[in-house]
């Protein structure tokens, strides 16, 4: 078994994140989030994140937070 799944909020982030042709770097400054938090989130090494960092993230997409957690 996987010891680190990869994480549905960082998958749909990354999906998202691509489509609107952002970077890791510009999405973080969009979100008022650190760039690492960003980065952890979307490589699965933080799989469950605050909802609060889901809000900002959600926010600077421009998506709904249930968007990101399908």
Sequence with gaps: ????????????MKKYRKKQG????????KAD??????AKIEV???P???IDT???IADAL?????ELMR
């Design 62 to 66: 421009g998506v709904a937070i249930d």
């Design 33 to 38: 989030l650190a760039f690492h938090t960003i």
């Design 44 to 46: 699965g090494a933080t």
């Design 22 to 29: 952002l970077s890791q770097d510009v999405l973080s400054k």
């Design 54 to 56: 889901v809000k900002k």
């Design 1 to 12: 078994m996987n010891k680190h799944p990869k994480s549905k909020i960082g998958e749909n």
């Design 48 to 50: 469950n994140p605050t």
